[in-house]
Each structure stands twice: as C-alpha cells, then as structure tokens.
C-alpha cells in the first residue's frame, strides 16, 4: 500500500484547509485509514481514523468537532477537513493506513505512512 499525502499549507487561525491522502496498492481497502501530526518537539499525535466503509471514526479529544475524516472510495481517497484552525493545530501531517487498533491511538504502530504535509497556523 503507498499513501501521497497532499493539502497542507499557511493559514491564519479561525481558517480551515483540507488534507487529502490517495491511496493505492491491492490492499488498500482492508485497511483503516487515519491520521497523525507532529509538531516540532513534540511526539507524533493521533488525530483521527474512519474505516473506508466511512462507519466508524474516531477523533482526538483536541480536534473533536473542528475535524472532520472521511473517505471517497471511488477516488481512494481519505480527507482530513480541517475547521477553526488554532496556532497549536500547527504540525507535519501523517497518512497511515493499518488495523483500527494500531490507528486509533498515539502509540499505535500503522503498517503504511504517507509522507508528511506540513500545515501552519498563524496567529
């Protein structure tokens, strides 16, 4: 399974940007698909899971009602919509796809990363 992450960008605080990761490989559909973020210093964070079937989601406490994941499996592709952006949002953004399990905590161990795309929010 290969994941190209794309989307990130400069926005000001109270803004939104959408992260878009393309997946592609037999396999990709078995997997859950999700995202994570790291800030500079910080350790890799969880940010959000949905399975492809767009049934189940889960979000970080910390981005819970201003995020929002979701698939389009046609495209092969998972979103990350991304509302009222604050300054602390700012981080390298992560594609992974693997089991719900290793997806839906920050010490999960995904099988596939994308690469990263780096969203800044200014204040």
């Known amino acids: 399974v290969q994941l190209q992450a794309s989307g990130g960008g400069l926005v000001q605080a109270g803004g939104s940007l959408r992260l878009s990761c393309v997946a592609s490989?037999?396999?990709?559909?078995?997997?859950?698909m999700g995202w994570f973020r790291q800030a500079p210093g910080k350790e890799r964070e969880f940010v959000s899971a949905?399975?492809?079937?767009?049934?189940?989601?889960k979000y970080a406490d910390s981005v819970k009602g201003r995020f929002t994941i979701s698939t389009d499996y046609a495209k092969k592709t998972v979103y990350l919509q991304m509302d009222s952006l604050k300054p602390e949002d700012t981080a390298v953004y992560y594609c992974?796809?693997?089991?719900?399990?290793?997806?839906?905590?920050?010490?999960?161990?995904?099988?596939?990363w994308g690469q990263g795309t780096l969203v800044t929010v200014s204040s």
């Open positions: 992974a796809a693997g089991s719900w399990g290793a997806l839906e905590t920050s010490a999960g161990n995904p099988n596939y």
């Open positions: 490989g037999r396999a990709f559909s078995t997997y859950t």
């Open positions: 949905i399975m492809w079937s767009g049934g189940s989601t």
